[in-house]
């Protein structure tokens, strides 16, 4: 009896490209895989940082566009104290001769500087809403401040100050309460709002993340594009040696594994 004997199993042919990614090349191709990876990554990243860049852009410049006052920021306001701290010293000079106790001559003051930086914002709202400012408010604003001269000029006679010396301090106090109310209605109406600012922060916040996330995205491209240039030299190397191809064959056939590892 014949016995049929099974034929054997030919070996499949394997290409150039397979047996050097299987083999010398199979370390740099896990390279290249893990730095594509990255690479989408840094790519989502990128266009989602963008996305909320030009987003938190556009709302910046739409508070811009409906805002009433000026464009100096909104740390500005934190002088806004020091005024009214003025308006209180100044105000403390003329009342503290006049009253009984030091606590009530520093309540008085108090409430002087609060009424007069209240004035000059009531006032500074009107310019922002481009209503004119009423003349009676600008002459309480005159009483107001002839007043305190007044009462800084007496306090400082009664402590025994000289006609001369007493009229000096008490001008000298008057520019300064003048100034102290003058800047506090400026810098209300030329400065940025509270959300303003926030939103300024934000923005910056969020250009500073796209920036990041682009550089990041150049520098994983750069790692990727030397990846595949290294592929390609190596992969010439492993034609010229191993299949023994001349050197502009192999050139094109690595240029060619270079463009299917790219897509």
Same mark, same amino acid.
């Given at each position: 009896?014949?016995?049929?004997?099974?034929?054997?199993?030919q070996?499949l042919?394997?290409?150039?490209e397979?047996?050097?990614l299987?083999g010398?090349?199979?370390?740099?191709?896990?390279?290249?895989?893990e730095?594509?990876?990255?690479?989408? #990554?840094?790519?989502?990243?990128?266009?989602?940082?963008?996305?909320?860049?030009t987003?938190?852009?556009?709302?910046?410049?739409?508070?811009?566009?409906?805002?009433?006052?000026g464009?100096?920021?909104?740390?500005?306001?934190?002088l806004i104290?020091?005024?009214?701290?003025?308006?209180?010293?100044?105000?403390y000079v003329g009342?503290a001769?006049i009253v009984?106790?030091?606590?009530?001559a520093?309540?008085?003051?108090?409430l002087?500087?609060?009424?007069g930086?209240g004035?000059?914002?009531?006032?500074?709202?009107?310019?922002?809403n481009?209503?004119?400012?009423?003349?009676?408010?600008?002459?309480?604003?005159?009483?107001?401040v002839?007043?305190l001269?007044?009462l800084?000029?007496?306090?400082?006679?009664?402590?025994?100050a000289?006609?001369l #010396?007493?009229g000096?301090a008490?001008?000298l106090?008057?520019?300064?309460?003048?100034?102290g109310?003058?800047?506090?209605?400026?810098?209300v109406?030329?400065t940025?709002?509270f959300?303003?600012?926030?939103?300024?922060?934000?923005?910056?916040?969020?250009?500073?993340?796209h920036? +990041?996330?682009?550089?990041?995205?150049?520098?994983?491209?750069?790692g990727v594009?030397? +990846?595949?240039a290294?592929?390609e030299?190596?992969?010439?190397?492993f034609?010229l040696w191993?299949?023994?191809l001349?050197?502009?064959?192999a050139s094109?056939?690595?240029?060619a594994?270079r463009?299917?590892m790219?897509?």
């Amino acid at each position: 009896m014949n016995t049929i004997t099974p034929p054997k199993h030919q070996p499949l042919p394997t290409s150039a490209e397979g047996s050097y990614l299987a083999g010398p090349g199979k370390t740099l191709n896990r390279h290249i895989a893990e730095l594509r990876h990255r690479q989408l #990554d840094a790519r989502v990243r990128s266009q989602q940082s963008a996305g909320a860049c030009t987003l938190t852009e556009r709302v910046t410049r739409e508070q811009a566009l409906g805002h009433r006052g000026g464009s100096l920021p909104w740390l500005v306001r934190c002088l806004i104290p020091a005024g009214i701290a003025a308006e209180a010293a100044t105000a403390y000079v003329g009342v503290a001769a006049i009253v009984s106790t030091p606590a009530l001559a520093v309540s008085l003051s108090a409430l002087t500087a609060f009424f007069g930086a209240g004035a000059a914002c009531l006032i500074a709202n009107r310019r922002l809403n481009r209503l004119p400012v009423p003349a009676t408010g600008r002459v309480l604003e005159g009483i107001f401040v002839a007043v305190l001269f007044t009462l800084r000029y007496a306090s400082l006679r009664t402590l025994g100050a000289g006609t001369l #010396d007493a009229g000096g301090a008490a001008v000298l106090a008057l520019l300064i309460s003048t100034l102290g109310l003058a800047g506090i209605e400026e810098i209300v109406v030329e400065t940025q709002t509270f959300g303003m600012w926030l939103q300024s922060i934000k923005t910056s916040y969020r250009q500073w993340r796209h920036a +990041a996330a682009a550089a990041r995205l150049c520098q994983v491209d750069a790692g990727v594009e030397a +990846a595949l240039a290294r592929l390609e030299q190596d992969f010439i190397g492993f034609l010229l040696w191993a299949e023994g191809l001349p050197l502009d064959q192999a050139s094109e056939r690595a240029a060619a594994l270079r463009t299917a590892m790219e897509t």
